[in-house]
Structure formats: C-alpha cells, structure tokens
T-cell receptor, first 115, second 112 residues
Framework: GAGVSQSPSNKVTEKGKDVELRCDPISGHTALYWYRQSLGQGLEFLIYFQGNSAPDKSGLPSDRFSAERTGGSVSTLTIQRTQQEDSAVYLC?????????????FGPGTRLTVL | QKEVEQNSGPLSVPEGAIASLNCTYSDRGSQSFFWYRQYSGKSPELIMSIYSNGDKEDGRFTAQLNKASQYVSLLIRDSQPSDSATYLCAVTAVSRTYKYIFGTGTRLKVLA
C-alpha cells in the first residue's frame, strides 16, 4: 500500500494564525510520531501515539502545540498563534509495533513558513 | 547524558574508503537499533536494522551491535559521493513502549 502521506506539503502563514498539519500513516500501523526539523538541525521529537495508550506529549515545545489521532489512524498537529520560530519542516512517521522489527517510515513532511 | 549520542561530524572520507559511523546509547534495555540516512531536504529513510549482537551485512553496509558496550556502528564500504548525507541512529525499547529515540545524526561527506 501507500506510504505515509502528509498535507499540505507547504504552508505559509502569518504570525499569530493557527495552522493544522495532517498525517495519514501506513494502514495498520499502531504507532505514529510527529517530529520537527529546523534547517540544518536534527529531528526534534514532538509527540508519540501508540495504539490506544495516552500519547507521549513530552516533546511538545509549548501549549500552543497539540495533536490528536482519530480512530487510531489519521493525525492532526495543530499550532495555535504561530510564531516565526515555528518555521520548520514537520515530519510524521509511523510504525507497526512489536518486540522487534518496528521500522519507522517517514512521510515527505510539511514545510511551514511563518511570516 | 543523551539517550542516543552520535558525533555530529562532518566526517569526511575519500571516495572508495570505508566510512565508520558510531552511536552509543544509555538504556541497557534497548532492543532494536536502526540506521537511517537523510539527504538534505529529504525525509529519513531506513538503511539497516539490527537486533542481535554482532555484524549484519547488506551490500556495502554493515551494522555492528555490541550490547555489552552499548554501541552500534555503521560501516560503509567503497564509499561513494552519493553516500554523502546525514546518518541517524535510532533505538527502541519495550520499556519505552517501543518509542524511537533518535541521535542527532552524523554528517558524512564522501570526497570525489
């Protein structure tokens, strides 16, 4: 089947506006991650969904960031009152879970630019 | 101490040489280990996974795992300019509900 998809691929917004980023994981994958990557920097973990467990939100940088995963599939990352420092590529990844073999597959990312 | 540590580089090697990338991790309970490659402006892609001590070879790539010393390495033989990228090490453990922990990556430059 298809890989991880994300939309939009690019988003330009004005400071103070809210944005929603969408991720469609690989069908059947129980784990879903959101990462942020600023230019030339490493992956910054944001949030981790694993099945029906409470999400691990330990990476969210502020309360302006939130994410949900509906029906164990599609996920939406919402950034409220965007700031210029939120500009980055937002990557979503999914994996199946098990004792071993839980390869993580990344989507193409959403490039967010806050003016 | 970071959970997964990598030298940020850049690591420069001449074309045809062996590139050696290293990664150490702090959680002794870690079970699965992955190497990802990320080209500039692209998403990370899996190169190798390894779960048992020892070596695992796939083409020009060899992953080496030593759980006692808590390190995992990636060797790239006959390095090519097209191997120039950032290489990310990732680790999972059942104690963390298999949550991936990534290192910050090592930038590799293969010089033609």
């Amino acid at each position: 089947g298809a890989g991880v998809s994300q939309s939009p691929s690019n988003k330009v917004t004005e400071k103070g506006k809210d944005v929603e980023l969408r991720c469609d994981p690989i069908s059947g994958h129980t784990a879903l991650y959101w990462y942020r990557q600023s230019l030339g920097q490493g992956l910054e973990f944001l949030i981790y969904f694993q099945g029906n467990s409470a999400p691990d939100k330990s990476g969210l940088p502020s309360d302006r960031f939130s994410a949900e995963r509906t029906g164990g599939s599609v996920s939406t990352l919402t950034i409220q009152r965007t700031q210029q420092e939120d500009s980055a590529v937002y990557l979503c990844a999914s994996s199946s879970s098990g004792p071993i073999g839980d390869t993580q597959y990344f989507g193409p990312g959403t490039r967010l630019t806050v003016l | 101490q970071k959970e997964v540590e990598q030298n940020s580089g850049p690591l420069s090697v001449p074309e045809g040489a062996i590139a050696s990338l290293n990664c150490t991790y702090s959680d002794r309970g870690s079970q699965s280990f992955f190497w990802y490659r990320q080209y500039s402006g692209k998403s990370p892609e899996l190169i190798m996974s390894i779960y048992s001590n020892g070596d695992k070879e796939d083409g020009r790539f060899t992953a080496q795992l030593n759980k006692a010393s808590q390190y995992v390495s990636l060797l790239i033989r006959d390095s090519q300019p097209s191997d120039s990228a950032t290489y990310l090490c990732a680790v999972t453990a059942v104690s963390r509900t298999y949550k991936y922990i990534f290192g910050t990556g090592t930038r590799l430059k293969v010089l033609a």
